[in-house]
T-cell receptor, first 113, second 109 residues
């Protein structure tokens, strides 16, 4: 079974702090994704990566950056957290075939105060 | 870019059939997927369509019409445990996966 592990289930940070959200997958998947989920807005893609050291902006990249130094790890960075970044963050990984499904982690509920 | 539209809420009776529609606009298209998410849980994969037609997996079926940029998820013999949110998602170039806003399905007795 594919396992996608997010480092924290709940996180509380202050405005202006630099925040790191970590995600690790154990299935040697090429593709990894970061989404945020807010009520009524569905899952919105922040960044994705199709290979080590490769990254592509998703639909809402502003205020975020990512790092993928190793194949199994994909980090989301909030350079200076703001209250509008309070959300549920979901990491996912996917195999190389287009019909490969996304496998999600359990999510990190981030609150910025 | 990509955009998807699906109804925000649907209510159906236990044992009945329900169809959740999804229309999409995309600059690159490799397939349409459906995911289920129960409250408090992570989304889980249901189906994938790359070609026109119907794919059946047990009580769930998914349909795609590429010429109409349209697909649907069909749930038969509804059960209470099917109450969840259902998301359509487009797979685009570089494996980019873009989701719709989700349809909250409530199954009532």
């Amino acid at each position: 079974d594919v396992k996608v592990t997010q480092s924290s289930r709940y996180l509380v940070k202050r405005t202006g702090e630099k925040v790191f959200l970590e995600c690790v997958q154990d299935m040697d998947h090429e593709n990894m994704f970061w989404y945020r989920q807010d009520p009524g807005l569905g899952l919105r893609l922040i960044y994705f990566s199709y290979d080590v050291k490769m990254k592509e902006k998703g639909d809402i990249p502003e205020g975020y950056s990512v790092s993928r130094e190793k194949k199994e790890r994909f980090s989301l960075i909030l350079e200076s957290a703001s209250t509008n970044q309070t959300s549920m963050y979901l990491c996912a990984s996917k195999g190389s075939s287009y019909n490969s499904p996304l496998h999600f982690g359990n999510g990190t509920r981030l609150t910025v105060t | 870019g990509q955009s998807l539209e699906q109804p925000s809420e649907v209510t159906a009776v236990e044992g009945a059939i329900v169809q959740i529609n999804c229309t999409y606009q995309t600059s690159g298209f490799y397939g349409l997927s459906w995911y289920q998410q129960h409250d408090g849980g992570a989304p889980t994969f249901l189906s994938y369509n790359a070609l026109d037609g119907l794919e059946e997996t047990g009580r769930f079926s998914s349909f795609l019409s590429r010429s109409d940029s349209y697909g649907y998820l069909l749930l038969q013999e509804l059960q209470m445990k099917d109450s969840a949110s259902y998301f359509c998602a487009v797979i685009g170039g570089y494996q980019k996966v873009t989701f719709g806003i989700g349809t909250k399905l409530q199954v009532i007795p």
